[in-house]
């Protein structure tokens, strides 16, 4: 599955994910900066899965209507200590986890 994690998220994240997966951070794809409606419209076209802490993303976007899923980290913050023990339950969302999906995962 092609991830592509939110900016806002800690690159050390994306090596945690990476087992069976290709991870890249939206700085790394050269989107930095880029807002989500259009952010989203070009991670549909590269990438399965869009992996971020925007708890609004769902109510700014029309996520059905999308070819990506997207998973919601809900944690403490965003920094990686407290994002990390959420990788467990991230793996498990990406084996089931479909186009247009949004799946939120908590601690």
Do not use: Y
Not at 62 to 69: D, E, G, H, S, Y
């Amino acid at each position: 599955m092609k991830i592509l994690l939110d900016e806002c998220l800690p690159r050390r994240l994306a090596a945690e994910l990476t087992t069976g997966h290709e991870v890249k951070t939206v700085p790394r794809a050269g989107w930095a900066g880029i807002k989500n409606g259009e952010l989203l419209k070009l991670a549909e076209i590269n990438f399965d899965v869009f992996v971020t802490v925007d708890r609004n993303l769902s109510f700014q976007q029309n996520l059905a209507q999308l070819k990506i899923a997207v998973i919601v980290l809900r944690a403490k913050s965003n920094r990686f200590q407290d994002l990390l023990p959420l990788v467990p339950k991230i793996r498990l969302v990406l084996t089931t986890i479909k186009r247009g999906e949004l799946v939120e995962a908590s601690a």
